[in-house]
């Protein structure tokens, strides 16, 4: 069984920061990719940024020069520095991981975290 545990999500003023974590935890093989996601209230789940086992990153457009993702592969573990947030940026955050449960895998299956809620007011 593969957990994704979420953390640091809050309340924040615009302009302000918050940094998520999400470590994975239980019996796998490897990680590859992981990523951000958020849905605000009425809204599709969109992808916020991405980042490959070697470090390869991807960003939603509404994002790139103020968020960064970084992801510790000893600690199974991926980050989110957010800065120069706004209230567009509220929404609730979810971690996603693609991992191999065994070595043999061709490919990883998807994993979702239990979300975080990330409020910027105005």
């Known amino acids: 069984q593969v957990q994704l545990v979420e953390s640091g999500g809050g309340l924040v003023q615009a302009g302000g920061s918050l940094r998520l974590s999400c470590a994975a935890s239980?019996?796998?093989?490897?990680?590859?990719?992981m990523g951000w996601y958020r849905q605000a209230p009425g809204k599709q789940r969109e992808l916020v940024a991405s980042?490959?086992?070697?470090?390869?990153?991807n960003y939603a457009y509404s994002v790139k020069g103020r968020f960064t993702i970084s992801r510790d592969n000893v600690k199974n573990t991926v980050y989110l520095q957010m800065n120069s947030l706004k209230p567009e940026d509220t929404a609730v955050y979810y971690c996603?991981?693609?991992?191999?449960?065994?070595?043999?895998?061709?490919?990883?299956?998807?994993?979702w975290g239990q979300g975080t809620q990330v409020t910027v007011s105005s």
């Open positions: 980042i490959t086992r070697t470090g390869s990153t």
């Open positions: 996603n991981a693609e991992v191999r449960i065994q070595w043999s895998d061709y490919s990883g299956k998807n994993y």
């Open positions: 239980g019996r796998f093989a490897s990680i590859d990719a």
